[in-house]
């Protein structure tokens, strides 16, 4: 089993910035590609950013526009989420999770939730 305990979200202003973090825990070795997913009130779950084992790939969703960077420390076992100028359309709650195999992005154009078997809790991030 894989525990993911996501930490960073919290209220910031339009413009703002915050970095979320996410440690993994348990079987490690299940660990491979890490994402985050947010959804927002009464919104679908979307994917926003994916890394792969080692770096070596990432994928971010094409609406933010550069403003987001997924990192990850693998001594910390730990996947960060670097958001810059939020705004409002940000509002969400995000979600970290992860799965054995490599990322799947079918073409770089999107991560599927379906995909993922361990989540974490979330941490919420409301932008007013």
């Known amino acids: 089993q894989v525990q993911l305990v996501e930490s960073g979200g919290g209220s910031v202003r339009p413009g703002g910035s915050l970095r979320l973090s996410c440690q993994a825990s348990?079987?490690?070795?299940?660990?491979?590609?890490k994402v985050w997913f947010r959804q927002a009130p009464g919104k679908e779950r979307e994917g926003v950013a994916a890394i792969s084992p080692g770096g070596i790939s990432v994928y971010y969703r094409a609406s933010l526009n550069g403003r987001f960077t997924i990192s990850q420390d693998d001594a910390e076992n730990t996947v960060y989420l670097q958001m810059n100028d939020l705004t409002p359309e940000d509002t969400a709650m995000y979600y970290c999770a992860a799965t054995p195999s490599w990322c799947q992005t079918y073409g770089g154009t999107r991560i599927e939730a379906t995909d993922f078997a361990y989540w974490g809790q979330g941490t919420q991030v409301p932008v007013s």
């Open positions: 348990g079987s490690l070795s299940d660990v491979a590609c």
